[in-house]
Nanobody, 114 residues
């Protein structure tokens, strides 16, 4: 079965950095696009970044220049390096297979606060 386990979140001050990790299993990771979605309190899910099987990344306009998505196919892991963090980035962050979007992990909480 599809399993997605996010980690790396926490409390950070504005301007700080975090690196999120997502360990995936239950499908052929190297053939799959992966992405990160966040859900802030009272808001719906929002795509933050995606990377396809050919390693092409894209980003929401709000995080361009601040976030970097990467993947390690040997480890079935996708990462999100988050720099220059803003309070409005506070949310639960989830990783998803871009096709199998019905499968969600537990997410990891990112709180940006002074």
């Amino acid at each position: 079965e599809v399993q997605l386990v996010e980690s790396g979140g926490g409390l950070v001050q504005p301007g700080g950095s975090l690196r999120l990790s997502c360990a995936a299993s239950g499908y052929t990771f190297s053939s799959s696009g992966m992405g990160w979605v966040r859900q802030a309190p009272g808001k719906g899910p929002e795509w933050v970044s995606k990377v396809n099987s050919g390693n092409r990344p894209n980003y929401a306009d709000s995080v361009k220049g601040r976030f970097t998505i990467s993947r390690d196919n040997a480890k079935n892991t996708v990462y999100l390096q988050m720099n220059s963090l803003k309070p409005e980035y506070t949310a639960v962050y989830y990783c998803l297979n871009t096709r199998l979007v019905e499968y969600w992990g537990q997410g990891t909480q990112v709180t940006v606060s002074s």
